[in-house]
């Protein structure tokens, strides 16, 4: 679900990006923001990249506080919060752009907060509500989280996505993205 979570959020960010700008080119990534070597990676080189930075058990989801309790010998749903991470992958002479199109994600952030069936007809099964916040960071902070990540300080800011359900019961089948090993050759030495 947190795949389909963040899948959303990047589709529905780009299609608010490409009307906004008027442009027929995807203008957000979901990706990590650096490759294994720490180097920018490729598809996010001059976009918005959407990725994760943490995940985190709603001890005290929405529908405990309702009062609604699950069925008897059925382990409860698991809420979970999912941190995300907006930054610009823009190169430097592209500064300007990366600024522009995060000043436009907060903005549709801020107008859509919330993600229901209703409003995002779109949205996969099992997923019933997703709301997005900004999680503030400080100063120090934020260096941590960029040292964590291998990478220097880029534009961007954190989201909190709330509240991401995982119920193994309610699963109806998994579709494997893998499909065969990969065959790794080692180089032959001299």
Known sequence: MIDQALQLVRDRLNDHLRTHFSVPEDLVSLSPLADAEGKLAQPARNRLVVFLTNIAHDAVPRSRRDGIVGQLNQAPPLHMDVYFMVASGHDADLYGEGLKL?????????SRPVFTPQNTPEMPLGLSQLTVEVSNLKVDEIAQVWANLGGRYTPSIMFK??????????????????????????????
Do not use: W, Y
């Open 102 to 110: 995060i000043s436009a994600a907060l903005m549709f952030f801020q």
């Open 161 to 190: 996505m709330r509240s991401v359900l995982i119920d193994a019961g309610a699963v109806t089948s998994v579709v494997p993205q893998i499909t065969a090993p990969s065959q790794r050759t080692e180089p032959e030495s001299v």
